[in-house]
């Protein structure tokens, strides 16, 4: 998981450790989306190499899970007891937006049945792991995007599943149940081990922390490169209808995400927290679903997510950096 301190950002001009941390987050998210770019080539390229890696793909995700949960602390739950207001905004904003301009998108373009589940179950995903750290660059509320982010993610196996069969039922068969488990397995399971080992096994989970950013990075990055492999015989014909429908999901989710904190009557930083928690996905593992229980080419919407939304989220982290708050 790419994640940023909660202390706020204003701080780290008077703290050189915070400012050292901050140019770290800078250095991940610019070389984090060009690491999923390459990725993607190599996957389109060479799918003979990546496309027999499938079957590990919800490991690979439960790595990236199991960092997310060494990320955590006590502190980041107790948040969510103190301000239980926005963060329930958050992630009702969250589970409603994302999915119903998934489905909104998918009927506009008339995108096939695959396609169509593939953006669908991306909308109906977690907040994306590299949220926390947008929100830091763009100076908004990181304790809150934290919170929204570590509770999105335990809520998923019954949320994600439910929200995909209620919107892309009507596209194709949908196996909650089975969805349940995988998420259970791949997501739930992966995040307490990694919250538990970061409370008893604090010294050396100290150590390894730097380096999470970076193991978190590559391992998404392979996971695209796998996911693209699956599906490189269809991207030419499906790749330009698919960057439209996760542009417009993205932009989406981003507007409005900042917009129900602006109705919510939240403050700036806060607002600024929301977008990336609404517009940023858990396409790892949405891409992992996909794979599992559709096609390879309903994975191909999970793929394109994991490399736009963090370019977008990087553009969109420095210009409001820029911006000054409004309370």
Not at 21 to 34: G, M, N, Y
Not at 114 to 134: F, H, K, Q, R, Y
Not at 283 to 306: D, N
């Amino acid at each position: 998981m790419l994640e940023a301190t909660n202390t706020a950002s204003d701080s780290t001009v008077a703290n050189p450790a915070l400012a050292a941390e901050a140019k770290i987050a800078r250095v991940a998210v610019t070389v984090f989306p060009l690491l999923v770019v390459v990725a993607g080539a190599a996957g389109f390229l060479s799918h003979g190499v990546f496309k027999p890696l499938a079957p590990s793909v919800p490991y690979l995700l439960g790595i990236i899970m199991f960092c997310m949960g060494l990320t955590l602390t006590p502190p980041d739950f107790a948040s969510v007891a103190r301000r239980p207001w926005a963060v329930a905004l958050g992630i009702v904003a969250h589970y409603v937006i994302m999915p119903g301009a998934g489905w909104l998108i998918a009927v506009a373009l008339q995108l096939p049945p695959e396609l169509a589940v593939g953006l669908i179950l991306v909308g109906c995903a977690p907040s994306g792991t590299a949220s926390n750290v947008m929100a830091f660059l763009a100076k908004g509320d990181v304790a809150l995007s934290v919170a929204v982010a570590s509770v999105s993610t335990l809520i998923a196996p019954l949320v994600t599943p439910a929200l995909t069969l209620l919107l892309a039922g009507s596209f194709l068969h949908i196996d909650a149940g089975a969805m349940v488990l995988d998420i259970v397995k791949t997501v739930l399971l992966p995040v307490v081990a990694g919250l538990l080992a970061r409370l008893f096994l604090k010294n050396l989970v100290a150590k390894v922390l730097p380096a999470l950013p970076w193991a978190s990075a590559v391992v998404i990055s392979v996971i695209v490169a796998v996911v693209v492999a699956g599906s490189a015989s269809k991207i030419v014909a499906a790749g330009g209808i698919v960057f439209l429908a996760v542009v417009l999901h993205n932009g989406f989710g981003l507007g409005l995400g900042y917009l129900a904190g602006k109705v919510g009557r939240l403050d700036g930083k806060a607002r600024r927290a929301l977008a990336f928690e609404v517009g940023m996905q858990n396409s790892g593992l949405a891409a992992t679903l996909a794979t599992a229980h559709f096609t390879p080419l309903a994975a191909l919407p999970s793929a394109v997510f994991s490399v736009w939304h963090n370019i977008s989220g990087a553009l969109v982290a420095a210009w409001l950096a820029r911006k000054p708050l409004q309370d």
